[in-house]
């Protein structure tokens, strides 16, 4: 099946660190906007961050401004989510899919998810 595959998740203290990976699996994303979204237990998904195919264009959710930053490696068809100084409530299962905006239903190809557990 065509879908992204994340990967980089894991257990982190508050103020840690994580990169999240996200790659293709059967097909290339590379020519298309990509975003991050999470899901926390009980809560709605929500965005993180987006990128635009070239990579030039990059927005942010306002929790994930000035700690997180979105990236993405053309050659390598991947698309990364640098978080710093990670906190409690940034706990969630993390997403990455393909297409625009911060509204999840404007995006198709969804990953399984990587999650992340960030410890007080």
């Known amino acids: 099946q065509v879908q992204p595959v994340e990967s980089g998740g894991g257990l982190v203290q508050a103020g840690g660190s994580l990169r999240l990976s996200c790659a293709p699996s059967?097909?290339?994303?590379?020519?298309?906007?990509m975003g991050w979204f999470r899901q926390a237990p009980g809560k709605e998904r929500e965005f993180v961050a987006g990128?635009?195919?070239?990579?030039?264009?990059?927005n942010y959710a306002d929790s994930a401004k000035g700690r997180f930053t979105i990236s993405r490696d053309i050659a390598k068809h991947t698309v990364y989510l640098q978080m710093n100084n990670l906190k409690p409530e940034d706990t969630a299962v993390y997403y990455c899919?393909?297409?625009?905006?911060?509204?999840?239903?404007?995006?198709?190809?969804w990953g399984q998810g990587t999650q992340v557990t960030v410890s007080s």
């Open positions: 899919a393909r297409g625009s905006g911060s509204d999840y239903r404007n995006y198709d190809y």
């Open positions: 990128i635009s195919g070239s990579g030039h264009v990059t």
């Open positions: 059967g097909r290339t994303f590379s020519s298309y906007s």
